[in-house]
């Protein structure tokens, strides 16, 4: 042949296929989907009618059309099986997942995505186990519960498993998913030897053995074991895996795990989290840690550590979020993790290190977005290198550092707390006034003194402005206008005077109103009524003074949302009028649900004893109206107030009998009416207060017999004392008919007033001469409650020390 008859016989053999290829390309091309599987995948549609939310998915779905092209599922390219399903959120919470459903004819589908449905009770159907081509599946989030088949160990060619948020449903752990078998779960990790992801968070692992992780896949590069139950010691042989990055096994209590002290192969290890896990059974960081090289991210939050931070945690210069809180390290902060030159969120909170406030986090400035270091042993001054562009929250409170405040400038700093510290002198102003995006300040507990600057009031970010407990002065900031955003506002605790500022009507987002323990006058501010959402007023110990009237309160809402009322200690007089109780909406409901500002306290003395109430619950109601002078009766209407804990009223002027509405407030854990001019019978009806624990009614005119029966049978003579005409147990003095000499026995010892007589008596003994005045005025007074005359002039005497020595008594119930 012919060398061009050979060129053209190749020619023709080129061109034959290169017309094959084209005919074969446009043969899989043009192909649609299998007939089988798009009538599998409609049937499964079907089966929820009525339960498809909102989701634009599924309206692709339509009868006629390529399957392949339907939004959420994947083809393969050449064979045309459905090899990818991805519906997750289109179901809502009434949807089942039936175990015949036509999803299991899809028997090449390669990754199904499930998560964040709503299969409310159903369990995982065992026919999951037949789609064995299975490599990604996800059912996380679609709450369901109960076993998850056997079988499931012959899925062994899962790359990625996430069977994660399956745990308890309302609390109930017969709800929450789990392994039926120890057994079939640890085949599942032996024969899914491709194995790389594995996510079992929030589900019920508390069957399973720690021992089954000993032998897992050496793919996986991402375990999170999380917060599922598990209990025991957890193989070491985790930390060996050598494309291991990501490690989370915290929040399981009960687990207790180790570091291996040497052959350490998980070298691109950058997530681990081993918080509220029993670490290392030395209870000590290891130095071995410092071999993570790679390491981004180590949190080891509640851990009960004890011990120092080893200086290896030096090596980890790859570190950006390092998490020590909530143990009990102790020793110096290491200098050499000023070689964390990329940490962003460091936190230290609630150990025991001490020395002096460390210069190495004026190194860790340049990225450093968060520093908690609250509640250690920190003294000396702040040093002034701490100056840094992004940092965002600051918390050093509950220290003994000290010296002058100096707030480091970062135009990004919203949260700044100092508390419980040192610091003296007066608040930095030219500082903390430039903080333009600030949200939370609290300066409480320390020494600062000074009159509030005026310029905080220009920073309209502000949500939680607390000062409490320094050495403030000068008047009450007149101007609050601008702060819009002011959710609490705690100035407890210092010596301001003038009165309480109108332009508080501005804050319409004031939840907490905390003035009280300084000097501030004026009649009681009405105008507070308009305020949509106040929870809490304070205005204890202070000069305020004059009659409560409701006439000049919002006609509408008045205070409808306040839980805390404590206006104790002040100098109101006047009528209780009845309309006063109708303000308090939010005291007549008996709720269960809980609402809570994160940065406010609160401080009252309930039942006795002072608390730091640091989050109010709705379910945690109190009023304090004790002493002051209030007069007349107690209105019935103060039974409306069903949902009150603790009520105190005593101390006043208070006339005519104990109201039997009173048998309203089922919830009263606490009842002082003590120290008033109360008269008649004990309603029996307080018998069936059997929640309250703290009963006094003590120095009044109260007589006949004590009731009888259930709660009130545990309250001793000092909770009836000094009510001449009161008899039967627990006193000594017999009732009419009863066996006795009719007088008023008492037991030898003296009884134990935890009311103001207590702190009367006591607080008289810090002025000298006030030691007799004090002591002989509260004998003649508390038993007898005669003359009149020297009730009012040591009432008058008090008063004048309160003003003038700056003295505080307790509030008490």
């Known amino acids: 042949m012919s060398k061009l008859a050979a060129a053209a016989a190749a020619a023709a053999a080129i061109s034959l296929l290169l017309a094959l290829q084209l005919c074969c390309d446009a043969s899989i091309s043009s192909e649609h989907c299998r007939p089988d599987e798009s009538i599998a995948l409609l049937q499964f549609k079907n089966s929820f009618v009525g339960g498809v939310l909102n989701d634009d998915r599924m309206a692709t779905w339509k009868e006629g059309s390529d399957c392949c092209l339907w939004e959420g599922v994947t083809c393969d390219h050449f064979t045309s099986h459905v090899v990818g399903l991805h519906l997750d959120c289109p179901f809502d919470e009434t949807t089942t997942l039936h175990p015949d459903s036509s999803l299991f004819h899809l028997r090449h589908l390669r990754s199904l995505d499930l998560s964040r449905n709503g299969f409310q009770g159903s369990t995982i159907p065992s026919n999951f186990t037949q789609l064995t081509n299975l490599a990604h599946l996800n059912l996380s989030r679609s709450r369901f519960s109960g076993h998850i088949p056997l079988g499931f160990s012959h899925l062994n060619k899962l790359v990625s498993l996430d069977l994660s948020f399956n745990g308890p449903n309302g609390g109930d752990q017969e709800k929450a998913l789990s392994f039926a078998d120890n057994h079939d779960f640890s085949n599942l990790l032996l024969n899914a030897t491709g194995l790389s992801k594995l996510v079992l968070h929030y589900m019920d692992m508390s069957n399973i053995k720690p021992s089954s992780f000993s032998n897992l896949s050496r793919s996986l590069t991402y375990i999170d074991l999380s917060e599922c139950g598990l209990a025991g010691n957890f193989p070491e042989s985790v930390f060996r895996l050598p494309n291991l990055q990501v490690f989370l096994l915290g929040y399981n209590p009960l687990l207790s795990v180790q570091f291996p002290s040497s052959n350490w192969t998980a070298g691109r290890l950058k997530v ?38 080893p200086a290896s945690i030096g090596n980890l210069t790859s570190l950006t979020y390092l998490d020590l809180r909530d143990n009990s390290l102790s020793g110096k902060f290491p200098d050499i993790l000023s070689n964390l030159v990329r940490l962003q969120h460091l936190s230290l909170r609630c150990n025991k290190i001490s020395g002096w406030f460390p210069d190495v986090f004026g190194n860790l400035s340049q990225e450093l977005t968060l520093l908690d270091v609250s509640s250690n042993n920190f003294t000396g001054p702040i040093p002034s290198l701490i100056y840094t562009e992004k940092l965002e929250f600051l918390d050093i409170s509950y220290n003994m550092i000290e010296g002058p405040l100096s707030i480091p400038w970062s135009p990004s700093l919203s949260y700044l707390s100092v508390a419980n510290n040192k610091f003296a002198g007066r608040i930095p102003y030219r500082m903390i006034c430039n903080l333009t995006i600030l949200s939370v300040i609290n300066l409480s507990n320390n020494n600062l003194s000074g009159e509030i600057p005026a310029c ?19 008047s009450f900031p007149s101007v609050f206008g601008n702060m819009s955003s002011l959710e609490n506002l705690d100035l407890n605790g210092n010596t301001l005077g003038g009165s309480l500022s ?124 004790s002493n002051n002078d209030f007069r007349g009766s107690i209105p019935e209407a103060i039974g409306e107030l069903e949902s009150l804990k603790h009520l105190n009223l005593s101390h006043n002027s208070l006339s005519g009998p104990i109201p039997s509405s009173l048998v309203n407030l089922t919830e009263l854990e606490a009842l002082d009416l003590s120290f008033n001019q109360l008269t008649g019978v004990i309603p029996p009806q307080l018998a069936s207060l059997t929640s309250l624990e703290k009963l006094n009614l003590s120095q009044n005119l109260l007589r006949g017999p004590i009731p009888q029966g259930n709660q009130i049978q545990t309250f001793d003579n000092a909770s009836y004392i000094g009510n001449q005409e009161l008899c039967g147990p627990p006193l000594s003095k017999k009732c009419n008919g009863d066996d006795g000499d009719g007088n008023d026995h008492h037991d030898d010892s003296e009884p134990e007033f935890d009311g103001a007589l207590f702190d009367w008596a006591f607080a008289g003994a810090g002025y000298g001469c006030g030691l007799v005045i004090g002591i002989s005025a509260a004998y003649i007074m508390f038993t007898i409650r005669k003359p009149r005359w020297l009730v009012d002039m040591i009432d008058k005497w008090i008063r004048w020390q309160q003003q003038n020595r700056r003295w505080r008594p307790a509030i008490t119930f």
């Open 456 to 474: 905080l009031t220009n920073l309209i970010q502000l949500s939680t402005l607390q000062l409490r407990m320094n050495n403030l002065h000068g």
């Open 272 to 309: 681990l989290s081993l918080s509220s896990v029993n670490v290392f059974r030395q209870l000590t960081i290891p130095a071995s840690i410092g071999n993570l090289k790679s390491l981004d991210t180590l949190l080891l939050e509640n851990c009960s550590l004890l011990g120092s931070i």
């Open 502 to 625: 109108q332009s508080l009507t501005a804050c319409k987002k004031l939840e907490v109103l905390d003035v009280g323990n300084n000097e501030i006058s004026g009649v009681f501010p009405h105008w507070l009524s308009s305020l949509p959402v106040l929870k809490v007023l304070i205005l204890h110990s202070n000069s305020f003074h004059g009659p409560i009237t409701t006439e000049s309160m919002n006609p509408v809402d008045g205070f409808s949302m306040l839980r805390i009322l404590d206006i104790s200690h002040n100098y109101f007089d006047g009528l209780l009028p009845a309309t006063l109780f109708h303000k308090f909406p939010s005291m007549m409901m008996l709720e269960e649900s809980s609402i809570y500002n994160e940065y406010y306290t609160v401080v009252l003395t309930v039942k006795g004893q002072e608390m730091m109430i640091t989050r109010i619950l709705t379910i945690f109601t109190t009023m304090d109206l």
